[in-house]
C-alpha cells in the first residue's frame, strides 16, 4: 500500500532556485511507495500550516529547505505519527548533515524511498520547538545581522561574523541544569541537540539526537587572534579539547541574562527576555535518516 507523502517546498531557502524540484521529484522517488503531493509555500509560516494540516492526511511531511524550513514544519508535526523527511536547501544544513542525509537532491529524495526513519529528542526554549541547535549570544546576535543580508551562503555567514566580533561583547549568564547552579561569562551559550551549526561545523562532536540530553556549550571569551583557531576545531571535531569550550549536559536548563536580547532557534534569530526555560523532550520527531546514520 502507497504511503501519501506531502513534499513542502520554500521557493527562497538558501538562495536556491527549486524550479526542477517537482522534475526530481518525479524522477527519483519510488511512486510504487509513495504518492506524493508538491506545495510550494508562498507566504511566512505557511509551511507550518500546511504541515499541520497535513497530519493525520500524509504519513510523510517532507521538508524542502534549510534548517529554518525543517524548524517550521518540524514543529507542527513533532509529538504525532507523522515522519519528516528532508530534502537539504539551506545554507548550513545542520541537521541533515548530522543525520547522513545526502546533500545531492537526487540523492536525498532517493534516499525517501529506503524509509529509514528513527525517533529523535528535541529541545523546547521557552516553549518553542529546535530540532538542531538553539543559542544565545554571538551566534544569535550573527543570526540577527545574517537575516538582513540579502547574500545567503556560508560565505556570507562568515563574512558578517568578521565584520561582527570585533565590536562584539559577551554576556554575563546565570544557568541552572538539572538542580545545579552555575555562574559564567560567555562569548555564547550553544544548546546542542546535534553536533554541528551546519557546514560541518561541530561545537558539540559528542552531542547525540537519542540520548535524552541537551549539550549545553558554553564558549568563554577568547583573545581574537585564536578566532581562526577556534573554527578549524570546530570543523576537525576538536572543540570540545579547546579550554575556551565548557560542556555540560542535562535536561532542563535555566539561562538568566541581564536583559532581553536575540536567541536563535535552528538558525532563526528573535529577541526573548532576560530568563529562560529549555528541556529535551525525548524521541520528539519521527524523521527518515540517511541510510550511513548510526543510531543511539
Same mark, same amino acid.
Given at each position: 500500500?502507497?504511503?501519501?507523502?506531502?513534499?513542502?517546498?520554500?521557493?527562497?531557502?538558501?538562495?536556491?532556485?527549486?524550479?526542477?524540484?517537482?522534475?526530481?521529484?518525479?524522477?527519483?522517488?519510488?511512486?510504487?511507495?509513495?504518492?506524493?503531493?508538491?506545495?510550494?509555500?508562498?507566504?511566512?509560516?505557511?509551511?507550518?500550516?500546511?504541515?499541520?494540516?497535513?497530519?493525520?492526511?500524509?504519513?510523510?511531511?517532507?521538508?524542502?529547505?534549510?534548517?529554518?524550513?525543517?524548524?517550521?514544519?518540524?514543529?507542527?508535526?513533532?509529538?504525532?505519527?507523522?515522519?519528516?523527511?528532508?530534502?537539504?536547501?539551506?545554507?548550513?544544513?545542520?541537521?541533515?548533515?548530522?543525520?547522513?542525509?545526502?546533500?545531492?537532491?537526487?540523492?536525498?529524495?532517493?534516499?525517501?524511498?529506503?524509509?529509514?526513519?528513527?525517533?529523535?529528542?528535541?529541545?523546547?526554549?521557552?516553549?518553542?520547538?529546535?530540532?538542531?541547535?538553539?543559542?544565545?549570544?554571538?551566534?544569535?546576535?550573527?543570526?540577527?545581522?545574517?537575516?538582513?543580508?540579502?547574500? #545567503?551562503?556560508?560565505?556570507?555567514?562568515? #563574512?558578517?561574523?568578521?565584520?561582527?566580533?570585533?565590536?562584539?561583547?559577551?554576556?554575563?549568564?546565570?544557568?541552572?541544569?538539572?538542580?545545579?547552579?552555575?555562574?559564567?561569562?560567555?562569548?555564547?551559550?550553544?544548546?546542542?541537540?546535534?553536533?554541528?551549526?551546519?557546514?560541518?561545523?561541530?561545537?558539540?562532536?559528542?552531542?547525540?539526537?537519542?540520548?535524552?540530553?541537551?549539550?549545553?556549550?558554553?564558549?568563554?571569551?577568547?583573545?581574537?587572534?585564536?578566532?581562526?583557531?577556534?573554527?578549524? #576545531?570546530?570543523?576537525?571535531?576538536?572543540?570540545?579539547?579547546?579550554?575556551?569550550?565548557?560542556?555540560? #549536559?542535562?535536561?532542563?536548563?535555566?539561562?538568566?541574562?541581564?536583559?532581553?536580547?536575540?536567541?536563535?532557534?535552528?538558525?532563526?534569530?528573535?529577541?526573548?527576555?532576560?530568563?529562560?526555560?529549555?528541556?529535551?523532550?525525548?524521541?520528539?520527531?519521527?524523521?527518515?535518516?540517511?541510510?550511513?546514520?548510526?543510531?543511539?
Amino acid at each position: 500500500m502507497k504511503s501519501k507523502a506531502l513534499f513542502i517546498i520554500n521557493p527562497i531557502s538558501g538562495g536556491k532556485k527549486k524550479d526542477q524540484v517537482p522534475s526530481l521529484i518525479e524522477k527519483n522517488l519510488d511512486t510504487s511507495l509513495f504518492e506524493p503531493t508538491i506545495v510550494f509555500t508562498n507566504r511566512a509560516f505557511h509551511g507550518s500550516k500546511l504541515a499541520k494540516n497535513g497530519v493525520g492526511e500524509y504519513e510523510y511531511i517532507i521538508a524542502v529547505g534549510g534548517d529554518g524550513t525543517i524548524n517550521e514544519i518540524a514543529s507542527s508535526i513533532a509529538g504525532t505519527e507523522a515522519v519528516l523527511g528532508i530534502i537539504p536547501f539551506g545554507s548550513g544544513n545542520g541537521l541533515s548533515r548530522f543525520l547522513e542525509i545526502p546533500m545531492d537532491t537526487e540523492k536525498a529524495i532517493r534516499n525517501l524511498n529506503a524509509k529509514h526513519v528513527e525517533a529523535i529528542d528535541a529541545g523546547k526554549l521557552n516553549r518553542q520547538w529546535f530540532f538542531n541547535m538553539a543559542g544565545m549570544g554571538f551566534d544569535a546576535h550573527i543570526a540577527e545581522v545574517f537575516s538582513h543580508d540579502k547574500t #545567503r551562503g556560508f560565505g556570507a555567514y562568515i #563574512r558578517s561574523s568578521f565584520r561582527e566580533i570585533n565590536s562584539y561583547k559577551g554576556e554575563h549568564y546565570q544557568l541552572e541544569i538539572d538542580g545545579i547552579k552555575y555562574e559564567r561569562e560567555a562569548f555564547m551559550l550553544s544548546l546542542a541537540n546535534s553536533s554541528q551549526y551546519g557546514n560541518n561545523a561541530h561545537v558539540s562532536p559528542h552531542a547525540s539526537v537519542q540520548d535524552g540530553l541537551l549539550d549545553v556549550c558554553i564558549i568563554k571569551h577568547f583573545p581574537l587572534y585564536k578566532f581562526p583557531a577556534m573554527g578549524i #576545531r570546530m570543523f576537525n571535531k576538536t572543540a570540545d579539547k579547546s579550554k575556551y569550550v565548557e560542556i555540560i #549536559r542535562g535536561k532542563h536548563i535555566v539561562i538568566k541574562r541581564a536583559q532581553d536580547g536575540p536567541v536563535h532557534l535552528d538558525g532563526e534569530p528573535q529577541i526573548m527576555g532576560a530568563d529562560l526555560e529549555i528541556n529535551v523532550e525525548p524521541g520528539a520527531l519521527k524523521i527518515i535518516t540517511g541510510e550511513h546514520f548510526k543510531s543511539a
